[in-house]
T-cell receptor, first 111, second 113 residues
Framework: GIQVEQSPPDLILQEGANSTLRCNFS?????LQWFHQNPWGQLINLFY???GTKQNGRLSATTVATERYSLLYISSSQTTDSGVYFC?????????????FGPGTSLSVIP | EPEVTQTPSHQVTQMGQEVILRCVPI?????FYWYRQILGQKVEFLVS????????KSEIFDDQFSVERPDGSNFTLKIRSTKLEDSAMYFC???????????FGPGTRLTVL
């Protein structure tokens, strides 16, 4: 099955700093989503981005499907950005619809 | 904006007891899923459900688990005889068609004592 890797595994930022989180996947995908898991454990849907670039406020994401990676940019980070960021993909070579999650990047933003 | 809801938010149960986790998917969605996240680990697929049938299940989804859509709105996950290792966050998700964005509920934290 498809493998999903995320880097870095952990990241500590000073408030106001920018960061880039990376997701690599081993095979072609039908869709790709980025999630933020908040301290209460809820999964917040950030982007549905099987290809191209999207922006939402201080966050933006780019997926280059042909090269099998996606990037999540966080600009002017705030303490509320802390949490775990997951990339999740749906493999295109199967007829099944399950989403495979990466291991996550744990982000801590300190004041 | 419509969203997936889950109840309860936190369930505590004794080992060996049966639990039912409930989900209300987005109303015009047709595909439903359960995922599990053991504390500190990644989110894992359990089962997908379409047209009142399981379409795929993972190795985790053994005979102690079952899913049901008892009416037009609810989607449930039943664990027949809970074990300590079933303690986890359980997420329900839905989408309108396959290979589309999946919308996740807020999760139910299950604690088995």
């Amino acid at each position: 099955g498809i493998q999903v890797e995320q880097s870095p595994p952990d990241l500590i930022l000073q408030e106001g700093a920018n960061s880039t989180l990376r997701c690599n996947f081993s095979d072609s995908v039908n869709n790709l989503q980025w999630f933020h898991q908040n301290p209460w454990g809820q999964l917040i849907n950030l982007f549905y981005i099987p290809s191209g670039t999207k922006q939402n406020g201080r966050l933006s994401a780019t997926t280059v499907a042909t090269e099998r990676y996606s990037l999540l940019y966080i600009s002017s980070s705030q303490t509320t950005d802390s949490g775990v960021y997951f990339c999740a993909v749906e493999e295109s070579k199967t007829s099944y619809d399950k989403v495979i999650f990466g291991p996550g990047t744990s982000l801590s933003v300190i004041p | 904006e419509p969203e997936v809801t889950q109840t309860p938010s936190h369930q505590v149960t004794q080992m060996g007891q049966e639990v039912i986790l409930r989900c209300v998917p987005i109303s015009n969605h047709l595909y439903f899923y359960w995922y599990r996240q053991i504390l500190g680990q990644k989110v894992e697929f359990l089962v997908s459900f379409y047209n009142n049938e399981i379409s795929e299940k993972s190795e985790i989804f053994d005979d102690q688990f079952s899913v049901e859509r008892p009416d037009g709105s609810n989607f449930t996950l039943k664990i027949r005889s809970t074990k300590l290792e079933d303690s986890a966050m359980y997420f329900c998700a839905s989408n309108r068609q396959t290979y589309n964005e999946q919308f996740f509920g807020p999760g139910t934290r299950l604690t088995v004592l």
